[in-house]
């Protein structure tokens, strides 16, 4: 009996420990409830860049700390440089990772590195302490 109930416990931390059980248990960043209506913040891994994403009107804007560089792009139109603040940096994006928002925005992120896009349109922008530019 004492057997049976280690290796049902053994089962179970190895369930747990799964990479499905571990997705079921951590949420994507600027995912959950109300997500569709609330501003989410996030930054690089290194914390280089931060970013805001807001729901009205829907646009991201990013501001890379070294330089001060911002640039705001909502979902219709191109990259338009900003003047931000961001306090906060917000959530830290894994790295390599791609956040998508509505109205077909996304932004991927390198340590140091952030680009966001329209993915069926022409705006863009990248902020990194090599080089940023909009298009």
Known sequence: M??????????????ASSPAAQMARTH?????PNSAKV???????SGDVRCIWTPNPNAVACKLRATGRA???KATGKAKSVMLTLRRPGRVLPLNQQIVFPSSLSCHDT???MTC???FGTGAFT???K???RS
Do not use: E, W
């Open 131 to 133: 080089g940023s530019h």
């Open 111 to 113: 340590k140091t590195a």
């Open 28 to 32: 994507a960043i600027c995912s959950g």
């Open 39 to 45: 501003p989410c913040r996030f930054s690089t891994p």
């Open 117 to 119: 896009n329209q993915d």
């Open 71 to 73: 640039y705001r792009l």
């Open 2 to 15: 004492l057997l049976l109930l280690v290796a049902l416990a053994l089962s179970a931390m190895l369930a």
């Open 127 to 129: 902020l990194s302490p």
